[in-house]
Structures are given as C-alpha cells and as structure tokens.
C-alpha cells in the first residue's frame, strides 16, 4: 500500500484504526484520504486496509 507517496509493507489483515494505533497516530487528529475518498473518523475500526490502497494522512498540530 501506498501512505503519503511512500510504498508500506501491509502485514497481513488491519483496519485503518489499527494502522494508525500502530504507527501512534491519534486517530481523533489525523484527517485520511483513501484511493481518493475522505474515510469519516467514525468509520476507521471498519475500514480494512488492501495491499492496492493508496492513503493520504494529514495530522493536526495545535500552537498559536
């Protein structure tokens, strides 16, 4: 699969909540694009990842 134009091994079956827990992204600031779709927060523990998926992970950063 392909994050942020980076080619990522997909090691075996996961969901995009579980990417992103694993990679210690926090899912409540993090905005993902998937093959050209925003993916809706409330659907990433549903949303199984493909070796074809191309993503795009965009993190918030708060400051002022």
């Known amino acids: 699969m392909k994050v942020n134009g980076e080619q990522v091994p997909l090691t075996g079956p996961m969901s995009l909540a579980d990417y992103l827990a694993g990679r210690g992204m926090d899912a409540a600031r ?4 998937r ?10 523990a549903d ?3 493909d070796d074809a998926d191309v993503l795009e992970v965009v993190s918030f950063v708060g400051g002022g």
Request: aromatic share 6%; no cysteine; proline share 6%.
């Open 30 to 33: 993090v905005a993902v694009e």
């Open 47 to 49: 949303t199984q990842l």
């Open 35 to 44: 093959n050209g779709e925003i993916v809706p927060r409330a659907a990433f």
